[in-house]
């Protein structure tokens, strides 16, 4: 009996277009194009950023901020009417260089004024000028300890004053390096295993005014029966698409230029885990609105107002990371966030079954509380 409906189910849905369409076709658009867009934000291409530099100084630790500037972020441009070039952000710095700033570098007291500006075009992204405003502190530091070695001590060993020889940066090791491919193919992977409420709400009033509910319900086909059948082959759905959306990241988008999902140092077994709960949970709450709408108007608004409202809070939509603190809180309330914390200590931390418990067991309770209270519904309304 329980095969029998669940191919019912499963041949409902292959003739619903629409349905395949939201469940596949959407979240590998949102994987492309989001991938591409987003590339640059993990791997920012400093020396590709357009600058030019106003020389009010020829000294020569001036020329050697310049040549040692133009080493990191590639040559300057020529910085006629440079006023304009940043307010069409033709320009996205520039940097100024003051009268005396080389001899005010050698000095030991502070110089009376400001000696380097930099100044950026309004739209360029506040991490960047942020980035660049501290590499170009650090820089001017060394240049100012150089200078003031050679000042009182003769001549500076080489690289005497480089900050480089005492802070190095670096990511934990894990065998992946986060690209923006390695978060939006989890991202929208996930937005769109959600999504099977709309396929499953809007199967759910066809039965229903079709008559087909009230029928295995006078053949005596037990409630937690149907449910369970109407479960299973969205599930299955959920696996091949988690299936395919991890294929196109992983050989579609370098076809397209963009970076490759990478399973290097990736546990299998953690990933089907955290694809599992994170299916059971999106199908256990397709199932709760589904036995709680009653129009087709309904199941098409309901579910994917509910699934917008908790990718957007949740960090599918805006990452978690550039929310205000607050709105980092409130991301720990949707399923959604922890489905990602699930997929993101696989793929981009690169840890096992263990490392990923919490979020799994909140994934799984979730997926328990809303499949007992659709059972409850669902009996509820085969009844009336």
């Given at each position: 009996m329980l095969r029998a409906l669940m191919a019912k189910e499963l041949r409902a849905l292959l003739r619903d277009i629409h349905g395949l369409g939201a469940l596949f076709v959407m979240p590998l658009v949102f994987i492309v194009i989001m991938s591409l867009a987003l590339k640059d934000v993990y791997n920012p291409p400093v020396q590709q950023y357009a600058y030019a530099v106003v020389m009010n100084d020829n000294g020569p630790a001036a020329r050697e901020l310049v040549d040692r500037w133009a080493a990191r972020r590639g040559i300057a441009q020529t910085a006629d009417n440079w006023q304009a070039g940043l307010a069409d952000a033709r320009l996205r710095y520039v940097l100024v260089i003051e009268r005396d700033f080389s001899h005010a570098l050698s000095l030991p007291a502070a110089p009376d004024g400001v000696k380097l500006r930099l100044i950026a075009e309004p739209g360029l992204d506040p991490g960047l000028f942020r980035s660049t405003a501290a590499e170009l502190a650090a820089l001017v530091g060394e240049l100012r300890a150089n200078a003031l070695l050679d000042r009182f001590l003769g001549m500076a060993p080489e690289g005497a004053a480089s900050i480089s020889r005492f802070v190095a940066a670096e990511r934990l090791t894990t065998g992946v390096h986060p690209t923006a491919v390695q978060y939006n193919v989890p991202a929208w992977l996930i937005f769109g295993m959600f999504f099977v409420v709309a396929a499953m709400s809007n199967l759910f009033v066809q039965e229903r005014d079709s008559g087909i509910l009230a029928r295995l319900n006078t053949l005596s086909v037990p409630p937690r029966i149907q449910v369970a059948a109407k479960a299973l082959p969205y599930l299955i759905v959920n696996l091949i698409?988690?299936?395919?959306?991890?294929?196109?990241?992983?050989?579609?988008?370098?076809?397209?230029?963009?970076?490759?999902?990478?399973?290097?140092?990736?546990?299998?077994?953690?990933?089907?885990?955290?694809?599992?709960?994170?299916?059971?949970?999106?199908?256990?709450?397709?199932?709760?609105?589904?036995?709680?709408?009653?129009?087709?108007?309904q199941a098409g608004a309901?579910?994917?107002?509910?699934?917008?409202?908790?990718?957007?809070?949740?960090?599918?939509?805006?990452?978690?990371?550039?929310?205000?603190?607050?709105?980092?809180?409130?991301?720990?309330?949707?399923?959604?966030?922890?489905?990602?914390?699930a997929m993101l200590g696989v793929l981009v931390r690169g840890g096992d079954v263990a490392s990923i418990e919490q979020p799994v067991l909140r994934l799984l309770a979730f997926a328990l509380v809303m499949f007992v209270a659709a059972s409850l519904l669902f009996r509820r309304r085969i009844r009336h």
């Open positions: 698409q988690a299936g395919a959306m991890l294929a196109v990241g992983a050989w579609l988008m370098p076809l397209l230029g963009g970076d490759g999902l990478s399973f290097a140092g990736v546990h299998p077994g953690a990933l089907l885990v955290a694809v599992l709960a994170t299916g059971c949970a999106a199908v256990a709450l397709a199932l709760f609105v589904a036995s709680l709408v009653r129009t087709h108007a309901v579910g994917p107002i509910i699934n917008v409202i908790m990718a957007a809070i949740g960090g599918i939509m805006v990452p978690t990371f550039v929310m205000p603190l607050f709105m980092q809180k409130l991301a720990g309330a949707s399923p959604m966030n922890w489905a990602l914390d």
